[in-house]
């Protein structure tokens, strides 16, 4: 059936593969989320496990959204892991590393999905495809918040500002 919602057919395609890496790099971060979720040790467990926990639902709420949108542009969306490898710039964890390692690799997760879901707006934007664009904005919010928030675990000195930080070294 032909699909006449005002963009290209060429470009309704170029959006889809653009989709379909976000998808991947959302379902490998999903992936890698829940398994640090379920393996993370350590004196900050209780606030990583919630905080993983938050994260990951949210990406698998998100899962969905993104697949759908492939769907309403007339294509199928990947739905494999050997397909979500290929397509992804997240790699899987073979080992369980400590906790702050979890969050460095968290934080690069969410900062990849960021950047994969910005190139993807600039296809769909160009496209004149509001929903995918309005969708992409949603996501690249939620990425670098999580990743903002992610990285105050690994900063030094937390709870002091660059200035107290140097005024308490004085003391």
């Known amino acids: 059936m032909n699909i006449d919602i005002g963009i290209s057919t060429e470009d309704r395609a170029k959006i889809v593969d653009s989709l379909s890496h976000v998808l991947a790099d959302s379902y490998m971060l999903y992936l890698k989320t829940h398994n640090f979720h379920w393996n993370v040790t350590g004196p900050m467990f209780q606030t ?21 949108r492939i769907r309403a542009l007339g294509h199928f969306a990947p739905g494999t892991y050997k397909r ?41 934007d ?10 992409l904005a949603n996501r690249m919010e939620v990425h670098e918040k999580n990743a903002w928030m992610l990285r105050a675990f690994l900063e030094q000195g937390a709870g002091h500002t660059q200035g107290e930080a140097s005024s308490d070294s004085k003391n």
Do not use: C
């Open 48 to 68: 990583l496990h919630v905080m993983f926990q938050e994260q990951y639902t949210e990406l698998w709420n998100a899962l969905d959204d993104i697949a759908e």
């Open 84 to 124: 979500y490898a290929e397509l992804s710039t997240i790699k899987e964890e073979a080992d369980v590393p400590g906790a702050q390692e979890m969050i460095r690799q968290l934080v690069a997760g969410q900062e990849a999905v960021a950047r994969t879901a910005r190139a993807a707006f600039r296809i769909a």
């Open 126 to 135: 160009a496209a004149d495809d509001q929903p995918t664009a309005g969708m």
